[in-house]
């Protein structure tokens, strides 16, 4: 929170001199939009990166950082909308096409997703995230099979994160789909474990966090309470 704020105070001093020195540039909202990002402004973002796009409609880019901010509202309409302009600007761009393929998934357009997933993941074979979207879009029309892979490659990038425990819930599913009733019990279980595990990290930072902020304010009272010494007479 404190860093985000810092990075806008220092983000508004570079816009006004870069302001001052051009009014009318694109890169001084995008200045702004992303200091308003990282310190969790996002209405105001959207505006600044709204006037970038409106400055400069052909950058590649901006479209994708907009996509994402609309995203972050709750604006899926609006940010695939932005991302698959990004897309046309930038075919090539992976990131562009996994935040457009998965956008897609989450509007229940699966039949549109695939493709774009499967491109980006022919352009950059390194997007785990891609594998598990693809596999979700995949399930939904009903193709266990190239699910159960996609799947499996995602589970190869990471095998005990958030990711990991995604895939397993929804491989279980396929499993369930494909009439692999014990394949399903195993991924079920793995599941479980990981969500477990997962549960027990987030139950102990937040202990954690209790502990700490118990302490910060047992010194305040303690310090409130102190008395304090006068000066001895003589």
Known sequence: YHLGHTALRFSQQNYDAMYAIAPDSWRVHEV???AYMESDRHAQSIAEYEAAVKLAPGEPGLREQLGKEYLRGSQQDHAEEQFSKEVELDPSNPIGLYY?????????EVAKAVPVLEKA???DPNLPDADYQLARARIALGDNTQAVECLRKAIQFDSKGDLAQRSYYQLAQAYRKLNRPEDARAALAIYGQLKAAADAAKAKTMEELKRRHEEREREKQEAGTT????PSGG
């Open 32 to 34: 702004l939009g992303q």
């Open 100 to 108: 457009l393929g998965t956008t897609q998934v989450a509007r229940d």
């Open 121 to 123: 993941l022919a352009i």
């Open 227 to 230: 008395p304090s010494s006068s």
